[in-house]
C-alpha cells in the first residue's frame, strides 16, 4: 500500500460548520495526491445556508491566517474551490494546484466585498 503524502494538518481550525455537516478540512492525504485546485462557479445566494457555509469558510481562514501566505495542508478542496481565483489566491508564482504544500493568500479586497459579514470579530450563524 503507498504512503500517503505528507500534509500540513491546520492546528486549532475548525473542521466544519457546526449542525451542518460542511467541512472544512480532510482528515488524511489521499493516497493518489491532492485534488486540484480550480476555480467553481459559486452558485449561493446570499442568506442561503451554503452561502453561510461559505462565508463562515473564509471567516475561519482569515481569523486563523489573516493576510499573510498559507499552506493548503488538510484544508478541504472542494470548499476551496468555491472561493479559488477570487477570495483565495495562489500566493506564489510557480503554484501547483495538485500540493498540499501550495502557498495561498486571502484577496482582501475582493473577499470584503464577497463576504463583509467574514471579516467580523464573531459570525452569527
Known sequence: MPRPPEMTKHRGFPS?????GHHFTIRRANEKGATPLKPLQRRARPGTIEHKVDAAFLHALWHHFGPEPFERGNLDAGRLNLLF????????????????????????????QSFPESFEDVMEI
Do not use: C, Q, W
Open 85 to 112: 481565483g477570487r477570495e483565495v489566491v495562489p500566493a506564489e508564482d510557480n503554484f501547483d494546484p495538485t500540493s498540499y504544500e501550495a502557498l495561498l493568500v486571502i484577496n482582501e479586497k475582493v473577499a470584503r
Open 16 to 20: 466544519g460548520m457546526p449542525g451542518h
